[in-house]
């Protein structure tokens, strides 16, 4: 079992950076598979990015990529979130999740494929 706590939100005027943080407990983190999802007031939950337990390998939503950088450090146990470029239309409430899983593929777009999910961060970008 992994517990995963997010950081890193805040407010910033458009066109502006933040990186999220998601740190994990539980020294097998390297075995997860790690998302990051978002959710605007109104809205359902979307995918933004995933990446492989390595870190080689990551998926990311058309409306971020580009802009959005998905990366880890399994010697911390914590996936990144590294943001730049950003519009009043990312704000929301991201979610930082995960899964034990061997192989990350496109479907980790999905929410139904993670097991375990964080409190989230509240992302709030002025135009």
């Known amino acids: 079992q992994v517990q995963l706590v997010e950081s890193g939100g805040g407010l910033v005027q458009a066109g502006g950076s933040l990186q999220l943080s998601c740190a994990a407990s539980?020294?097998?983190?390297?075995?997860?598979?790690a998302g990051w999802f978002r959710q605007a007031p109104g809205k359902e939950r979307e995918f933004v990015a995933a990446?492989?337990?390595?870190?080689?390998?990551?998926y990311y939503a058309d409306s971020v990529k580009g802009r959005f950088t998905i990366s880890r450090d399994n010697a911390k146990n914590t996936v990144y979130l590294q943001m730049i470029s950003l519009k009043p239309e990312d704000t929301a409430v991201y979610y930082c999740?995960?899964?034990?899983?061997?192989?990350?593929?496109?479907?980790?777009?999905?929410?139904?494929?993670?097991?375990?999910w964080g409190q989230g961060t509240q992302v709030t970008v002025s135009s």
């Open positions: 999740a995960a899964r034990a899983a061997d192989i990350v593929d496109s479907t980790y777009s999905m929410g139904s494929k993670y097991d375990y």
């Open positions: 539980g020294r097998t983190f390297r075995s997860y598979i």
């Open positions: 990446i492989s337990k390595s870190g080689g390998l990551s």
